[in-house]
Protein backbone atom coordinates (compact mmCIF):
# COMPACT_ATOMS: atom_id res chain seq x y z
CA UNK A 1 0.00 0.00 0.00
CA UNK A 2 2.79 2.24 0.79
CA UNK A 3 4.72 1.06 -2.00
CA UNK A 4 1.78 2.04 -4.47
CA UNK A 5 1.49 5.51 -3.11
CA UNK A 6 5.09 6.50 -3.16
CA UNK A 7 5.01 5.56 -6.75
CA UNK A 8 1.64 7.67 -7.02
CA UNK A 9 3.20 10.32 -5.49
CA UNK A 10 5.74 9.94 -7.93
CA UNK A 11 4.15 9.61 -11.26
CA UNK A 12 2.41 12.47 -10.19
CA UNK A 13 5.56 14.89 -10.01
CA UNK A 14 7.51 13.37 -12.55
CA UNK A 15 4.25 14.10 -14.85
CA UNK A 16 3.94 17.72 -12.85
CA UNK A 17 3.89 20.92 -14.92
CA UNK A 18 6.35 23.62 -15.99
CA UNK A 19 6.20 27.40 -16.64
CA UNK A 20 6.98 27.66 -20.96
CA UNK A 21 7.69 31.48 -21.48
CA UNK A 22 7.40 32.60 -24.97
CA UNK A 23 8.94 35.61 -26.62
CA UNK A 24 7.12 36.76 -30.43
CA UNK A 25 8.18 39.92 -31.65
CA UNK A 26 6.02 41.63 -34.02
CA UNK A 27 7.32 44.10 -36.63
CA UNK A 28 5.59 46.64 -39.03
CA UNK A 29 5.99 46.34 -41.49
CA UNK A 30 6.90 42.64 -41.74
CA UNK A 31 10.12 40.58 -42.79
CA UNK A 32 13.16 42.23 -41.21
CA UNK A 33 15.63 39.90 -39.52
CA UNK A 34 15.08 40.10 -35.95
CA UNK A 35 17.82 39.00 -33.35
CA UNK A 36 17.70 38.38 -29.53
CA UNK A 37 21.11 39.27 -27.78
CA UNK A 38 22.99 38.80 -30.67
CA UNK A 39 21.49 35.38 -32.54
CA UNK A 40 19.93 35.66 -35.43
CA UNK A 41 16.05 34.79 -34.71
CA UNK A 42 14.60 34.83 -38.09
CA UNK A 43 12.01 36.88 -40.19
CA UNK A 44 9.63 38.76 -38.19
CA UNK A 45 6.96 37.83 -36.95
CA UNK A 46 9.03 35.14 -35.18
CA UNK A 47 8.23 33.23 -31.88
CA UNK A 48 11.09 32.28 -29.26
CA UNK A 49 11.50 30.48 -26.30
CA UNK A 50 13.20 32.10 -23.21
CA UNK A 51 14.85 31.21 -19.83
CA UNK A 52 15.25 34.08 -18.11
CA UNK A 53 13.71 37.15 -17.70
CA UNK A 54 15.50 40.84 -17.14
CA UNK A 55 17.10 43.15 -20.07
CA UNK A 56 17.65 40.91 -23.84
CA UNK A 57 18.72 42.73 -26.70
CA UNK A 58 16.05 43.59 -29.81
CA UNK A 59 17.55 44.36 -33.05
CA UNK A 60 15.29 44.36 -35.56
CA UNK A 61 17.37 45.09 -39.64
CA UNK A 62 15.60 45.63 -43.34
CA UNK A 63 17.13 47.01 -46.42
CA UNK A 64 15.68 50.94 -46.45
CA UNK A 65 14.61 50.86 -42.86
CA UNK A 66 16.84 52.51 -39.76
CA UNK A 67 17.96 49.37 -37.76
CA UNK A 68 16.35 49.56 -34.36
CA UNK A 69 17.99 48.10 -31.41
CA UNK A 70 16.37 48.38 -27.90
CA UNK A 71 16.82 46.50 -24.58
CA UNK A 72 13.75 45.03 -23.51
CA UNK A 73 13.23 44.51 -19.78
CA UNK A 74 10.82 41.42 -19.64
CA UNK A 75 9.61 41.17 -15.96
CA UNK A 76 8.73 38.12 -14.15
CA UNK A 77 5.08 37.70 -13.08
CA UNK A 78 4.00 36.71 -9.87
CA UNK A 79 4.41 33.25 -10.07
CA UNK A 80 7.76 33.03 -10.72
CA UNK A 81 9.27 35.17 -8.10
CA UNK A 82 10.31 32.90 -4.82
CA UNK A 83 8.62 31.03 -3.20
CA UNK A 84 5.71 30.83 -5.77
CA UNK A 85 8.70 30.02 -8.37
CA UNK A 86 9.13 26.33 -6.91
CA UNK A 87 5.48 25.86 -7.02
CA UNK A 88 4.90 27.21 -10.34
CA UNK A 89 7.83 25.08 -11.88
CA UNK A 90 7.43 21.60 -10.04
CA UNK A 91 4.16 21.02 -8.39
CA UNK A 92 0.98 22.29 -10.71
CA UNK A 93 -0.08 19.48 -12.63
CA UNK A 94 -0.55 21.59 -15.94
CA UNK A 95 2.13 23.91 -17.72
CA UNK A 96 1.89 27.24 -17.50
CA UNK A 97 2.67 29.51 -20.64
CA UNK A 98 3.89 33.12 -19.88
CA UNK A 99 3.22 34.76 -23.64
CA UNK A 100 4.86 38.01 -23.98
CA UNK A 101 4.14 40.44 -27.61
CA UNK A 102 6.47 42.93 -28.69
CA UNK A 103 5.45 45.14 -30.98
CA UNK A 104 8.03 47.11 -32.91
CA UNK A 105 7.67 50.17 -35.97
CA UNK A 106 10.41 50.40 -37.61
CA UNK A 107 10.80 53.69 -39.78
CA UNK A 108 12.13 54.62 -43.38
CA UNK A 109 16.01 54.99 -44.01
CA UNK A 110 16.61 58.10 -44.83
CA UNK A 111 18.87 58.30 -47.81
CA UNK A 112 22.06 60.32 -47.64
CA UNK A 113 23.55 62.85 -49.88
CA UNK A 114 27.18 62.26 -51.38
CA UNK A 115 28.61 65.13 -49.59
CA UNK A 116 27.42 63.95 -46.37
CA UNK A 117 29.06 60.75 -46.82
CA UNK A 118 31.96 61.99 -48.06
CA UNK A 119 32.52 64.55 -44.50
CA UNK A 120 31.23 61.45 -42.33
CA UNK A 121 33.77 59.01 -43.86
CA UNK A 122 36.66 62.11 -43.63
CA UNK A 123 35.67 63.11 -40.30
CA UNK A 124 36.11 59.13 -39.56
CA UNK A 125 39.23 58.77 -41.44
CA UNK A 126 41.02 61.46 -39.32
CA UNK A 127 39.66 60.45 -35.81
CA UNK A 128 41.28 56.96 -36.62
CA UNK A 129 44.57 58.35 -37.92
CA UNK A 130 44.68 60.41 -34.51
CA UNK A 131 43.57 57.18 -32.08
CA UNK A 132 46.68 55.13 -34.08
CA UNK A 133 49.14 58.19 -33.36
CA UNK A 134 48.10 57.93 -30.10
CA UNK A 135 48.03 54.82 -29.39
CA UNK A 136 51.83 54.42 -31.21
CA UNK A 137 52.64 57.56 -28.67
CA UNK A 138 51.56 55.23 -25.64
CA UNK A 139 53.45 52.40 -26.97
CA UNK A 140 56.42 54.06 -27.71
CA UNK A 141 56.63 55.83 -24.07
CA UNK A 142 55.87 52.12 -22.71
CA UNK A 143 58.77 50.63 -24.67
CA UNK A 144 60.99 53.32 -23.96
CA UNK A 145 60.06 52.95 -19.93
CA UNK A 146 60.69 49.54 -19.89
CA UNK A 147 64.28 50.09 -21.23
CA UNK A 148 64.99 52.79 -18.83
CA UNK A 149 64.25 50.14 -16.02
CA UNK A 150 66.31 47.84 -17.45
CA UNK A 151 69.28 50.14 -17.91
CA UNK A 152 68.59 51.54 -14.66
CA UNK A 153 69.05 48.12 -12.90
CA UNK A 154 71.83 47.23 -14.84
CA UNK A 155 73.58 50.16 -13.24
CA UNK A 156 72.67 49.38 -10.13
CA UNK A 157 74.23 45.59 -9.91
CA UNK A 158 77.19 47.70 -12.07
CA UNK A 159 76.81 46.98 -15.59
CA UNK A 160 76.78 50.21 -16.85
CA UNK A 161 76.01 51.43 -20.00
CA UNK A 162 79.89 50.45 -21.67
CA UNK A 163 80.52 47.66 -19.05
CA UNK A 164 77.82 44.80 -19.38
CA UNK A 165 79.18 43.44 -22.84
CA UNK A 166 82.04 42.54 -20.81
CA UNK A 167 80.02 39.44 -18.86
CA UNK A 168 80.17 37.89 -22.66
CA UNK A 169 83.86 38.51 -23.96
Known sequence: MKRTALIIGLALLAAAG????????????????????????????????????????IRLEMDGYETLAHIEQIEAPYYQNFPLDLVADVFVPWTIT????????????????????????EAFRTEYKASIVKLRRERNAAEMERRMAERRKREKEGL???KWYRLFF
Do not use: H, N, W
Not at 26 to 45: F, N, R, V
Not at 112 to 117: H, I, L, Q, R, T
Open 98 to 121: DRRFYPYKLKKAEPVSKADFVARA
Open 160 to 162: GRR
Open 18 to 57: CVQRRMTIISEPAGPTAYLDGDELGKTPVTKSFLFYGGRE
